[in-house]
């Protein structure tokens, strides 16, 4: 996640299920370790957030990210011979 600058605010480095909960791995601000749990009341909290416009687009945000993260992993791959 970025600031509008392109500063790294946090890398999140995994999102596992503990239970009923969802447990988020990750570094704030590029050295901050942490660990951050989210409740079903904290994961409908921000479901509500969300906007129609913004839940509705979704699912293009999903498939746009996964091509560009295979173009990327294919880019860096040497090509065979």
Not at 12 to 19: A, D, H, L, P, Y
Not at 48 to 62: D, E, G, I, K, T
């Amino acid at each position: 996640m970025l600031s509008k600058e392109g500063i790294e605010m946090m890398d999140v480095k995994s999102i596992q299920r503990e239970g009923e909960r969802l447990v988020l791995k990750g570094k704030i601000m590029g050295s901050m370790p942490a660990t951050i749990y989210l409740r079903p009341e904290d994961v409908w909290a921000g479901w509500q957030l969300l906007p129609f416009s913004v839940l509705a687009v979704l699912p293009v945000m999903l498939f746009k990210g996964f091509r560009r993260s295979r173009k990327s992993a294919a880019a860096q791959t040497p090509a065979a011979h």
